[in-house]
């Protein structure tokens, strides 16, 4: 949570209420101690009024749970991430992660370790990516990651990179977590965003049918 309310909530307070004690010594001549004591209060509610409007702004942008941006955010910055994408003659890469059986998890392990493995989901994502992209919980159990590339091979360093830290991630806490990710690129294959979306969803749900055929395949061969 940034502390912009909170230091311009108690400099606000600090800075008018010196110019009301200066305005009344050159008036008066003379200062009354009671408006010099009351500097420690006034700064207080500066910072107690700050912080609320910081916890507003965090909560309108930042999910909850995880901490991580949500959906509101992706979609108030899109257009100025696609225009700084075009001004360097980027692409941007749309990444759709679904936990492929959250809800296994949480009729099995409770709804506690359900919301530890989004948490700990959100911080992986987060630790393997660069600080620029954003990565956001679009809803329930799927996460987006969005950022700027080069080239489709820079997208699938990053998309072997995201696989095997999320692969790790299950040993890490012993549950068993598995993973779908789908992607698409701006302007490549759409420069809407909800298409965008879209076509990495379907990428996903692919990804996930045919990992399930593969197991199916592989019992059957036992």
């Avoid at 004591?37 to 995880?66: C, M």
């Avoid at 998890?105 to 370790?113: M, V």
């Amino acid at each position: 949570m940034k502390y912009t309310g909170r230091i311009f909530g108690s400099l606000g307070l600090f800075l008018l209420h010196s110019v009301y004690i200066f305005y009344y010594f050159f008036r008066d001549g003379e200062v009354e101690p009671l408006d010099l004591y009351s500097y420690p209060l006034l700064i207080w509610i500066g910072y107690w009024g700050g912080k609320q409007f910081d916890k507003v702004r965090f909560y309108s942008e930042k999910d909850e749970l995880t901490g991580i941006y949500n959906r509101r955010f992706v979609m108030n910055t899109y257009e100025k991430i696609t225009s700084i994408a075009e001004r360097t003659n980027s692409k941007l890469y749309v990444l759709v992660i679904d936990c492929d059986n959250f809800k296994a998890i949480n009729d099995t392990y409770g709804h506690h370790n359900g919301d530890m493995v989004l948490i700990k989901i959100s911080e992986t994502l987060v630790d393997s990516t660069r600080k620029s992209d954003i990565v956001a919980r679009w809803g329930g159990d799927e996460f987006l990651v969005i950022g700027l590339c080069n080239e489709e091979a820079d997208l699938q360093t990053i998309l072997q990179r995201l696989e095997e830290h999320l692969k790790n991630l299950a040993y890490q806490i012993n549950l068993p977590i598995k993973a779908s990710i789908g992607s698409a690129i701006y302007p490549n294959h759409s420069k809407d965003l909800f298409e965008l979306i879209k076509i990495a969803d379907d990428k996903m749900y692919n990804s996930k049918e045919t990992k399930s055929t593969l197991k199916i395949t592989k019992l059957q061969s036992q």
